[in-house]
């Protein structure tokens, strides 16, 4: 077990190259068993614990997959079980994406049900909707989904609520199912977007995504292909918003500013100063930042994987801040560890009510969860004195070298066994 040690206080000045996307490439990879010829090559893939994960999830399924740095080779085309049901699978929220894609290229999977993040309830009723609409049957026994169809058949489904996993999923069903798949009320997040482009690029015929509206054309097979993944809209948020806490004057290399737009209008009103340009963002801060509202909501909607790193920086705004998280039901157990460092916050519901304080101040906390623990991070980075975060293997999910990035900025802050 290990933990991080922050000596907070200091400013943070300099370059930081912002990963591949997570929620990206935690897709793509599973997409890659689609390819029933060829070697899928995808690059700019964050070297974290669930890729890690996925791995070995595809390995079990009889894939050939080689990683350098941040680059993977996957050969799908001996693929021998369809049924997902190691550990692994369990550790993770992505693990669901190899229903979509075992079902759509053997007509039957069994996966076990996902992990992932304890941020409130997390149904797949859209999902198993989806699959069902295509003409398979599903059944859940002994903690798995199973499913199992025929053939599967384009048709419409309009999604009762927008999800990301269940966009992508029923998208993944779809490539290989006879006729037109029309998904309405889809997601329109970037890593949507850039799951279709990598389907298209194995010879898919999927159109709209970046809509609510995403049209699939099923063909008869899909290879391997080149893909790049995009750059990770969360990471960057976390560091733009620990510029902002901590102050100074950072440069975030191989981003989307376009994606980060909602963010950077919140920091923006706080007082900070944001500047786009080509693939990079720069991020100035210094002290006096007002406190803002947010109210997390589907993209172009400000992103709820971002409130949390978001509410540890306004709990050090002047004056008050409401969050109203609409996506997750418990997604503020943060807020009990930033209370032991002075944040000053009241939590009704889905709603935390924000007074600024001046300073937070050191304290040993512990995180719960991915963006839970980033958001502590920040808090330890900004507050005056020690901080000791626990539960960093939550972290080490989707962050890549968090401490070291920060050390490079200029933090305090190391990696210590517990
Ligand atoms: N929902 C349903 N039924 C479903 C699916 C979702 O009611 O069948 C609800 C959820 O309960 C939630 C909302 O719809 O209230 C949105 O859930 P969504 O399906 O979009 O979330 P997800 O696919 O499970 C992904 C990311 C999350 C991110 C959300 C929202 C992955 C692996 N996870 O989860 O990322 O918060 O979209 O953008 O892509 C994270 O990275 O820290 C993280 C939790």
Same mark, same amino acid.
């Given at each position: ?8 206080? $200091? ?58 740095? $941040? ?22 929220? =992505? ?12 007509? @039957? ?67 290989? =199912?006879? *006729? ?37 054309? %099923? ?17 960057? *948020? ?19 500013? !376009? ?6 209008? @919140? ?18 801060? *210094?002290?006096?930042? !007002? %406190? ?14 971002? /409130? /949390? ?8 705004? /002047? ?36 007074? %600024?304080?001046? $300073? ?30 626990? *539960? ?27």
């Amino acid at each position: 077990m290990e933990k991080l040690v922050i000596n907070g206080g $200091n400013p943070l000045f300099g370059n930081v190259n912002i990963n591949g996307a997570k929620n990206a490439a935690v897709a793509i990879l599973p997409a890659a068993i689609l390819a029933s010829k060829g070697v899928c090559t995808i690059e700019n893939v964050p070297n974290i614990e669930d890729i890690n994960c996925l791995e070995i999830i595809l390995e079990y399924l009889g894939c050939k997959v080689e990683s350098s740095c $941040n680059s993977i080779k996957i050969d799908s085309t001996n693929i021998v079980t369809t049924n997902a049901t190691i550990p692994e699978v369990r550790n993770m929220r =992505a693990s669901y994406y190899l229903l979509g894609s075992l079902l759509s290229r053997f007509k @039957k999977a069994r996966v076990e049900l996902p992990g992932g993040c304890p941020i409130g309830d997390r149904p797949i009723d859209q999902h198993i909707k989806g699959f069902e609409a295509l003409g398979a049957t599903v059944t859940i026994e002994h903690g798995a989904v199973n499913l199992v169809a025929e053939k599967l058949v384009g048709t419409t489904i309009y999604f009762d609520v927008v999800s990301v996993g269940a966009t992508i999923n029923i998208m993944l069903a779809a490539v290989l =199912a006879e *006729g037109t798949t029309v998904l309405e009320n889809a997601a329109k997040e970037p890593h949507v977007v850039d799951v279709a482009n990598f389907l298209n690029t194995m010879g898919a015929n999927v159109k709209g995504a970046g809509t609510d509206v995403i049209k699939i054309t %099923g063909v008869d097979e899909l290879s391997g292909c080149n893909y790049s993944v995009i750059p990770d809209q969360i990471e960057a *948020g976390t560091f733009m918003i620990a510029t902002a806490a901590c102050g100074g004057d950072v440069t975030l290399n191989n981003v989307i500013p !376009k994606h980060l737009e909602s963010i950077s209008a @919140k920091l923006l009103e706080m007082g900070v100063e944001v500047v786009e340009d080509e693939d990079k963002v720069i991020v100035r801060s *210094g002290n006096n930042l !007002k %406190g803002v509202n947010i109210k997390t909501l589907p993209y172009p909607g400000f992103p709820t994987d971002v /409130q /949390q790193p978001m509410s540890t920086l306004l709990t050090m705004a /002047q004056g008050r801040s409401i969050v109203n998280e609409s996506i997750y039901e418990s997604r503020f157990k943060h807020i009990d560890e930033l209370k032991k460092m002075g944040a000053n916050v009241k939590i009704e519901g889905r709603i935390a009510i924000i007074d %600024g304080v001046k $300073n937070l101040s050191g304290a040993n906390v512990k995180a719960t969860d991915l963006r839970a623990g980033a958001a502590l991070v920040i808090a330890g980075l900004s507050a005056q004195g020690k901080t000791e975060v626990e *539960g960093i293997e939550h972290i080490d999910r989707g962050y890549l070298y968090i401490e070291e990035k920060f050390k490079a900025l200029g933090a305090d802050i190391r990696r210590v066994n517990i």
